[in-house]
């Protein structure tokens, strides 16, 4: 079976860095994704993991360890704008679909 | 066009009608899914194609719903005697083979 776990909500500072952690069970792996998704509107990627290790894009970084079946995605310097949902999703193997956690609502406050 | 296209952004429909929702992908993107999202909720998984072929309909939550994909290209969603429950937004996605998707800004279906 598929199972996606996330935080259901996450609260943090304008400024301080922040870890929206998933952990997932599936029969394989082919691939770990992170999305945006600001309220109302449609998800946006931002990252991809499919070998351990720590993938870097400005303020903005994800981890995956295939092993322990864990990823992180880590926020640095937040802003005001970084209030959302961050989805973790894992292309199941030997396709093209994706399986979607239900996100962690991040608020940032001021 | 740039990006994901779908339409209409919003339609509202009476109970037991018939919907057709359309999704135009990024011109060379062999993949082509739709999810469904409840308010508050994360993505539901309906159907993806590759190419004009389904190989997984698994999602499709009754045999009112169909899907199908044309020349590759342009995909229509359609819901059959529609119920208060399908009322939700409903996402389309593309991507190349195993890479990042994109998603449209969907269509936003209210059933009285």
């Known amino acids: 079976g598929q199972n996606i776990d996330q935080p259901t909500e996450m609260t943090a500072t304008e400024g301080a860095i922040v870890q929206i952690n998933c952990t997932y069970q599936?029969?394989?792996?082919?691939?770990l994704f992170w999305y945006q998704q600001h309220a109302g509107e449609a998800p946006t990627f931002l990252s991809y993991?499919?070998?351990?290790g720590l993938e870097e894009k400005g303020r903005f970084s994800s981890f995956l360890s295939r092993s322990k079946g864990y990823s992180y995605l880590l926020l640095k310097e937040l802003q005001m704008k970084d209030s959302a949902s961050y989805l973790c999703?894992?292309?199941?193997?030997?396709?093209?679909?994706?399986?979607f956690g239900t996100g962690t609502r991040l608020k940032v406050l001021a | 066009g740039a990006g994901v296209s779908q339409s209409p952004s919003n339609k509202v429909t009476e109970k037991g009608k018939d919907v057709e929702l359309r999704c135009d992908p990024i011109s060379g993107h062999t993949a082509l899914y739709w999810y469904r999202q409840s308010l508050g909720q994360g993505l539901e998984f309906l159907i993806y194609f590759q190419g004009n072929s389904a190989p997984d309909k698994s999602g499709l939550p009754s045999d009112r719903f169909s899907a199908e994909r044309t020349g590759g290209s342009v995909s229509t969603l359609t819901i059959q005697r529609t119920q208060q429950e399908d009322s939700a937004v409903y996402l389309c996605a593309s991507s190349l083979q195993g890479e990042a998707q994109y998603f449209g800004p969907g269509t936003r279906l209210t059933v009285l």
């Open positions: 993991n499919v070998l351990d």
């Open positions: 999703a894992v292309r199941a193997p030997g396709t093209y679909k994706y399986i």
């Open positions: 599936t029969s394989g792996f082919n691939g």
